[in-house]
């Protein structure tokens, strides 16, 4: 969220100090991230101490800090666990809001700053630790499986069908619907070539593992000193691995061979299978249109956002981006023997 909640930072330190003890001298609200539902801040208490902040309005999953919390345990250090409030929940209520704390780490994401060499190989060192975990039952039974759902592509047909017989007065909303009817033909293509790929899929015996879900270089944290962090766990699945690793070499920011063989040099030996990873490079294209969509065609609030997102959206479409990434790894499988 780049503009600011209509939340008063009085109330955010009345709430902080209901679920967990703090009394906050400073809230700074961060202008990050392309989810228009979460608001991160930086906090500073009594006695100097730094935390990052995030809240998260609508639908709330508690594996979101669950799943973290549990890979924590178990050594990994490129996770950021969530802090228990003095209920010893690893979240809070704050109105319309869940509250999520940590403590803060200062540095950039992927985006902002080009991950060393080293940090290539320990993303790749740190996604294997995630994809091998052994989740215990008790856990594992209430985290998402992958089931292949056409609801996105669904949902993509039923904007196209929008975006031909409405008008927006909107600007950015227009700007997207003129966008959309220019690009028809090629965004049909890529919700026909997705749902033929998923069905296929369903007869293929893949492994399911945990998977992130959502690894893109925004969802990484590099500290100053060096080290990575694997943040954002809002969608944990269990599914193929490729789910994840269909981004390494599949967007426009990750492209590079080399960056991608340091990664696979941190990751170890893969069998990666080229038929999922084409799949989950058109359902994430397909994924991030209807989100735009929804934001940009179905309210009209947002500001600074909502330009953001129309940019993204475009983006997708350059020449050497996300769609032609995705149509070379469905070229290439289909020349496989």
């Known amino acids: 969220m780049l503009e600011k909640p209509d939340l008063q930072d009085e109330r955010v330190i009345s709430g902080l100090w209901e679920a967990y003890g703090l009394r906050t001298v400073q809230v700074e609200f961060l202008p990050l ?32 800090v669950a799943v973290p919390q549990f890979l924590k345990t178990q050594g990994l250090k490129s996770i950021i666990a969530p802090m228990e409030t003095k209920k010893h929940q690893l979240w809070g209520s704050l109105d319309a809001y869940k509250m999520i704390l940590y ?24 996604l294997r630790v995630v994809h091998t975990a052994q989740v215990p039952p008790d856990l594992a039974g209430f985290i998402q499986r992958e089931v292949y759902s056409l609801f996105g592509r669904e949902t993509v047909r039923t904007f196209q069908a929008q975006v031909e017989n409405k008008t927006f007065e909107d600007p950015v909303a227009a700007k997207l619907a003129a966008f959309m009817r220019s690009r028809y033909d090629e965004i049909r293509r890529l919700v026909d070539r997705a749902g033929q790929l998923g069905i296929a899929l369903q007869a293929r015996p893949l492994e399911f593992v945990l998977c992130h879900a959502d690894i893109h270089a925004g969802n990484l944290l590099l500290e100053k000193g060096g080290r990575l962090y694997i943040v954002d ?23 590079d061979p ?31 249109i209807a989100e735009f969509c929804k934001q940009l065609l179905l309210n009209f609030e947002g500001g600074e956002d909502r330009e953001q997102s129309y940019q993204y959206f475009t983006s997708g479409f350059l020449p050497k981006h996300d769609i032609d990434l995705a149509r070379g790894a469905d070229e290439l499988w289909r020349r496989q023997p």
């Open 33 to 64: 991230g392309a989810d228009v539902n979460t608001a991160v801040y930086r906090l500073v208490t009594e006695d100097e101490t730094a935390y990052f902040l995030k809240l998260r309005k609508g639908a709330f999953d508690e594996m979101t």
């Open 103 to 126: 403590p803060f780490i200062q540095g950039r994401n992927g985006y902002e700053a080009a991950l060393s060499d080293k940090q290539w190989v320990d993303f790749g060192a740190a």
């Open 233 to 255: 766990w809002d969608n944990p699945i269990f599914a193929p691995k490729e789910r994840d690793l269909a981004l390494i070499g599949g967007s426009a920011t990750w492209s």
């Open 258 to 288: 080399r960056q991608v063989a340091l990664f696979y040099q941190g990751y170890g030996p893969a069998q990666v299978d080229p038929m999922a990873l084409a799949y989950y490079r058109y359902e994430r294209i397909i994924q991030d």
